[in-house]
T-cell receptor, first 114, second 108 residues
């Protein structure tokens, strides 16, 4: 049972480069999320998708785009990477949005932008 | 101001000790609360949900005080393996709001 799978695990980009972080879940969850975690800042929500076909901005969406490709997959794209986007990115899923529904996290992607 | 606030610690306790963490939340409409555990360089993992009546899971007890808007986590008989960062989480609408975490180090 894989749960939430993220790729890649590590990535180094130069400023201005683009990349897509991939996330897939096999728990038949409706809701999926992208968070970033920085030292001293905690986990901050970038984008979420309450259900297939919908996406919404979270707390820190600037510089990112997302695609909910199907129920299983939710990707995060950096169109033009900046050093401020150096962070650990976590994808998560839940049975439904918010209330009474804990999140299941992927292993994270450690991104460095130079 | 973050919606969920925690004392970052670190809390250094000897093995076998009892330790308690508190967490306050600012949104009185928050409905659901959780405690997550995060090991160094790993993803957060659900430790337990927090119910209005309080709940216990082995050595762990979680409580919710809606009047004062705080939740707590009590760990009894601390083990070395309890060393981790503990994240307090509250929901408000569409997503979960995470505290910055409280660091616990259990020493022999």
């Amino acid at each position: 049972n894989a749960g939430v799978t993220q790729t890649p695990k590590f990535q180094v980009l130069k400023t201005g480069q683009s990349m897509t972080l991939q996330c897939a879940q096999d728990m038949n969850h409706n809701s999926m999320y992208w968070y970033r975690q920085d030292p001293g800042m905690g986990l901050r929500l970038i984008y979420y998708s309450a259900s297939e076909g919908t996406t919404d901005k979270g707390e820190v969406p600037n510089g990112y785009n997302v695609s909910r490709l199907n129920k299983r997959e939710f990707s995060l794209r950096l169109e033009s990477a900046a050093p401020s986007q150096t962070s650990v990115y976590f994808c998560a899923s839940s049975g439904r949005t918010g209330r009474n529904s804990p999140l299941h996290f992927g292993n994270g992607t450690r991104l460095t932008v130079t | 101001r973050k919606e969920v606030e925690q004392d970052p610690g670190p809390f250094n306790v000897p093995e076998g000790a009892t330790v308690a963490f508190n967490c306050t939340y600012s949104n009185s409409a928050s409905q659901s609360f959780f405690w997550y555990r995060q090991d160094c360089r790993k993803e957060p993992k659900l430790l337990m949900s927090v119910y209005s009546s309080g709940n216990e899971d082995g050595r762990f007890t979680a409580q919710l005080n809606r009047a004062s808007q705080y939740i707590s986590l009590l760990i009894r008989d601390s083990k070395l393996s309890d060393s981790a960062t503990y994240l307090c989480v509250g929901s408000s609408g569409y997503a979960l709001n995470f505290g910055k975490g409280t660091s616990l180090l259990v020493t022999p």
